[in-house]
C-alpha cells in the first residue's frame, strides 16, 4: 500500500503543477476569468480521471511525462463540467468540496464563462502540446475524449439527469444515466491513456471495461455516502437525494445491497485489468475508491 501511495502523490502533484503552469495567467482585462478558472481547478479532488489516464498510459509502455497534458485536460474537462453543474440553471448547488460553488464566489455569468474557457483550453492543451506522441495518436486520444465527454456521454447523461428530476425512473435507466454521467469521463481517461502509449485494440477494449465498471461502482458509492456519509470529509450537506426525491441505487438495493454491488462491480473491474501485465497499482486503485469516505 506504501508504494500505491506515492504514486499516486507522484501523479497527482505531476499534474498540480502542470495545471498551474498552464492556468496561472494574468491578465487585468479579464482576470475574473482567470480566477474563476483557479478557483475551481484548485479546489482539490481526488484527480482520479488523470491518475487513470497516466497509469493505464504507463503500464502500456507510454511517456507519462508526454501524456500529462492529456492527463491535464481531462482534469480541466472534469471541473467544467461540476461548475456547470453547480449552476442555478442544474443542480443549483451552492458549495463545492467545503467551498462556495464557483458561481457563488464568482457570479452565474462568470462560472459559466469560466466552464467554457476550461472546457476550450482542455482541447488547445490537448492537441498544442509538443512531446513525442505521434500526431495520430493524439488526434485519435482527442477524438475519444470528445465523444465521452459529449452528447452520447458525459452531457448526454446531465441531460437524463435534468429531465427526470423528481420522478421515479427505472433501475435501467438510473444505470444508464450513471454509464453517462459518470462513467464516461473515466472511460475517456483509462481508454486515452492506452491509445497514447499506442496499445491495442484488445488493451483498449479491457481499459474501457475496466473504467465503466469502476464508473458505475463510483457512483453507488456516492449514492451511499449521500445517506449516511460525513458531511465534513464530503464538504457538502448530505441527504439532498432523498430531499430532492431523487431516485438512486440505495432506492432500488439499500444501504447494504448497494454496497454489495459496489463491490461486485469493482471485482469486476479489476477482472478486467487481466489484459495487462502490471495491474498492482490500478487493482489498490480500485479498492480505495470502493472503500473511500468521500
Not at 57 to 78: K, Q, T, W, Y
Not at 90 to 107: E, I, L, Q, T, V
Amino acid at each position: 500500500m506504501v508504494d500505491f501511495e506515492i504514486r499516486l502523490q507522484e501523479y497527482c502533484s505531476l499534474v498540480e503543477k502542470e495545471l498551474y503552469n498552464i492556468l496561472n495567467r494574468k491578465d487585468s482585462k479579464k482576470q475574473v476569468l482567470f480566477d474563476a478558472m483557479n478557483y475551481s481547478v484548485g479546489a482539490g479532488g481526488k484527480r482520479i480521471r488523470p491518475v487513470l489516464l497516466l497509469e493505464f498510459n504507463r503500464i502500456c509502455g507510454g511517456d507519462v511525462r508526454s501524456a500529462l497534458p492529456f492527463a491535464c485536460a481531462m482534469e480541466m474537462i472534469h471541473t467544467y463540467s461540476l461548475i456547470h453543474d453547480d449552476l442555478p440553471c442544474m443542480d443549483d448547488d451552492d458549495m463545492r468540496r467545503g467551498k462556495p460553488s464557483c458561481h457563488k464566489a464568482f457570479g452565474e455569468a462568470n462560472a459559466l464563462l469560466a466552464g467554457d474557457a476550461l472546457l476550450n483550453l482542455a482541447f488547445e492543451t490537448m492537441l498544442s502540446s509538443e512531446s513525442n506522441i505521434n500526431s495520430e495518436l493524439k488526434l485519435k486520444a482527442a477524438a475519444v475524449i470528445g465523444n465521452f465527454s459529449g452528447a452520447e456521454g458525459m452531457i448526454g447523461g446531465q441531460v437524463i439527469d435534468l429531465q427526470n428530476e423528481g420522478k421515479e425512473i427505472s433501475e435501467e435507466l438510473l444505470l444508464t444515466l450513471y454509464r453517462d454521467k459518470t462513467a464516461a469521463l473515466l472511460r475517456a481517461a483509462s481508454t486515452a491513456g492506452v491509445i497514447l502509449a499506442g496499445g491495442d485494440q484488445t488493451k483498449i477494449e479491457a481499459a474501457d471495461r475496466f473504467a465503466e465498471k469502476i464508473g458505475l461502482a463510483f457512483q453507488i458509492i456516492d449514492d451511499i455516502l449521500d445517506c449516511v456519509g460525513d458531511a465534513s470529509l464530503l464538504g457538502k450537506p448530505i441527504g439532498s437525494d432523498e430531499k430532492n426525491n431523487k431516485t438512486t441505487y440505495v432506492s432500488f438495493h439499500g444501504i447494504e445491497g448497494a454496497k454489495a454491488d459496489a463491490l461486485r462491480l469493482t471485482t469486476e473491474a479489476v477482472a478486467a485489468l487481466d489484459a495487462f501485465e502490471d495491474k498492482t497499482f490500478l487493482t489498490q486503485l480500485s479498492d480505495y475508491l470502493c472503500t473511500r469516505k468521500m
